[in-house]
């Protein structure tokens, strides 16, 4: 069974730091494009970064710079480290496996962790 | 990026009723590989997204067949036959097309019962 599990979500403070993790099971991270997905109170939905298989990395243009993904493959887990943050990162974080070539919708995606960005 | 527009974006229905929700794209969604690159995600309130359609009109594994999705090019419908009481939340389509560069959603539409 396919499951992903997000955590490292909570308050910070302008200009802090945070990294999310998704610990996934049922499949290999690293065999998966996996992106984040974030979700401000109330608002839609906004892909904020992309990692392939390869390590091949994709950020919007409103974390470029600021957010880094990565993966361990020892740990089967999908991380996000998130710096400088501003009050308009506060979101739910999803991650999300695509299920692969000639197939890149999202498939899979995790209950998704808060993060508050205030002082 | 490729912004998509969806209509209406609330919509009261009647359980049993059908309900139809569309989605406009601002260019098309045909990928340089003849496939186009569409999907419908339902997120029940307080709940992830979870993927309905993909690929215009295929549906997702565990997906009611009440569940429907058609059309082509910029224009796409995600149909509903007989709405039921767990169908309440907001629906959102997406495009990969522009995977990995971009991949974006439409703002949602809400989906109530009257």
């Known amino acids: 069974e396919v499951q992903l599990v997000e955590s490292g979500g909570g308050l910070i403070q302008p200009g802090g730091s945070l990294r999310l993790s998704c610990a996934v099971s049922g499949f290999t991270v690293s065999t998966k494009y996996m992106s984040w997905v974030r979700q401000a109170p109330g608002r839609g939905l906004e892909c904020i970064s992309v990692?392939?298989?390869?390590?091949?990395?994709f950020y919007a243009d409103s974390v470029r710079g600021r957010f880094t993904i990565s993966t361990d493959n020892s740990k089967n887990t999908l991380y996000l480290e998130m710096n400088n943050l501003r009050a308009e990162d506060t979101a739910v974080y999803y991650c999300?496996?695509?299920?692969?070539?000639?197939?890149?919708?999202?498939?899979?995606w995790g209950q998704g962790t808060l993060v508050t960005v205030s002082s | 990026d490729i912004v998509m527009t969806q209509t209406p974006l609330s919509s009261p229905v009647t359980l049993g009723q059908p309900a139809s929700i569309s989605c406009r794209s601002s260019q098309s969604l045909v990928h340089s590989d003849g496939n186009t690159y569409l999907s419908w995600l339902q997120q029940r309130p307080g709940q992830p997204p979870r993927l309905l359609i993909y690929k215009i009109s295929n549906r997702f594994s565990g997906v009611p067949d009440r569940f429907s999705g058609s059309g082509a090019g910029t224009d796409f419908t995600l149909k509903i036959s007989r709405v039921e009481a767990e169908d309440v939340g907001v629906y959102y389509c997406?495009?990969?097309?522009?995977?990995?560069?971009?991949?974006?959603f439409g703002q949602g539409t809400r989906l109530e019962i009257k």
């Open positions: 999300a496996r695509h299920q692969g070539d000639y197939n890149p919708h999202i498939d899979y």
């Open positions: 990692i392939l298989t390869g390590d091949r990395t």
């Open positions: 997406m495009q990969a097309t522009q995977f990995p560069h971009s991949v974006t």
